[in-house]
């Protein structure tokens, strides 16, 4: 029996380990950078995220159909998802509506089917510009949520481009949910924080 060249023993580990990072990147976990201070104090610009994309389902690759569902987004996951107006970009945000919910914002109060809703994340500031549209969004709606469709906001309430701005996100243009901070620089200290 011939044995193998050291070259192909090599491009053989190789190949497989491309096989296997992409099947990982596609259907399990994928990394993602944070570029804007959005989702301020929860994520911070320079953060290093990892993204669960098996919670919600086995999805078909580039048509993005659900070929094994697990289980749907709920309120306050924080996901990452195409984003609807140019899909060349991913957006990440909190999910605040769920399909039929009907969202209100009365004095930066959010208010789900006429009940208050317990905004622990939401971060309220004055200082800086404001998103664009430039309108103030303390007063918004009533909207509901179509079938099929999350209404999402960035935690940094003030500075954040979403839902108030641009309208719903489709179900099937969520990647994932957003778990753990990886890396963050210069914030060191948040290497391995779980994001919640």
Not at 46 to 53: A, E, F, P, Q, Y
Not at 63 to 71: G, M
Not at 134 to 158: A, I, Q, W
Not at 167 to 190: E, M
Request: charged content about 25%; cysteine-free; glycine content about 6%.
């Amino acid at each position: 029996m011939r044995k193998k060249s050291v070259f192909r023993e090599y491009a053989e580990a190789a190949v497989i380990a491309i096989i296997l990072a992409l099947l990982i990147r596609t259907f399990v976990v994928q990394a993602f950078k944070i570029p804007s201070g959005s989702m301020e104090p929860t994520l911070l610009v320079g953060d290093h995220i990892l993204v669960n994309k098996f919670l919600y389902g086995i999805k078909i690759p580039f048509i993005n159909e659900v070929l094994i569902p697990i289980s749907e987004p709920k309120h306050d996951d924080v996901i990452v998802f195409i984003y609807p107006v140019d899909k060349s970009k991913d957006f990440i945000k909190r999910v605040i509506g769920l399909p039929g919910d009907r969202i209100e914002i009365l004095d930066n109060k959010i208010h789900i089917n006429g009940k208050p809703y317990k905004d622990s994340h939401g971060y309220y500031s004055d200082a800086g510009r404001r998103s664009p549209g430039s309108e103030e969004k303390s007063h918004f709606g009533p909207v509901t949520v179509p079938k099929d469709h999350l209404f999402v906001m960035g935690d940094n309430r003030n500075h954040s481009y979403d839902s108030r701005f641009w309208g719903f996100v489709p179900l099937d243009s969520v990647k994932g949910k957003a778990f753990i901070i990886y890396w963050s620089w210069p914030h060191w200290k948040r290497f391995l924080h779980l994001i919640d």
